[in-house]
């Protein structure tokens, strides 16, 4: 289970934390939180439990950049339909901590039964059912290169992220970060 993250800035900078310091671990001073610009806000985990929603196309996996990722689409109920080395899975568990892209409406999963799984992958399966959603919506096809920047790229990015401030914080009591760039 994640930590609950918090985000207060204070001197310019960005500070995370599991809690709120009495005082600036960079400069010192009393966070007294006089001006609602310094007040601590919660920072959102990018991951969701693909089992408790629905409609969804699915990234799964370590987000360190040293793992694959596995993709997959999620019903109703939130069954995870996905590609596996021995072909179309269904997964009723194993999907509770990934990055969840809203793109698919719940009247589209029939197309499932248009997919063959000859010559297919994780993401090709995925990307092949939203294609086949666009079509079905008068829409052109996507591309795996706009796919993946699109769609992909952005919340593996902030998985990362995430992860990475997770795990500092695991081991340290803050993280700091000048003010300029922050998009946390």
């Known amino acids: 289970m994640d930590l609950s993250v918090i985000r207060l800035t204070h001197c310019n900078r960005s500070i995370f934390s599991v809690c709120v310091p009495e005082a600036c671990p960079s400069c010192g001073a009393t966070l007294r939180g006089n001006r609602l610009s310094e007040a601590p806000v919660s920072v959102p985990t990018p991951f969701t439990n693909a089992h408790k929603g629905g409609c969804c196309l699915l990234i799964q996996g370590d987000f360190d950049g040293t793992s694959d ?55 090709s399966f995925c990307l092949g059912f939203i294609n086949s959603v666009l079509g079905a919506e008068g829409r052109g096809p996507l591309s795996k290169h706009d796919f993946t920047q699109s769609y992909i790229l952005p919340r593996v990015r902030r998985a990362s992220k995430y992860n990475t401030l997770i795990t500092h914080l695991s081991k340290e009591r803050y993280y700091m970060v000048e003010r300029e760039g922050e998009d946390m």
């Open 69 to 123: 990722l596995h993709t997959g689409i999620s019903n109703t109920t939130g069954a995870v339909y996905n590609y596996t080395p021995a072909g179309l899975s269904v997964s009723l568990s194993g999907w509770e901590r990934c990055v969840s892209v809203p793109l698919v409406r719940p009247d589209m999963f029939p197309l499932l039964s248009h997919f063959h799984e000859d010559d297919h992958n994780c993401f």
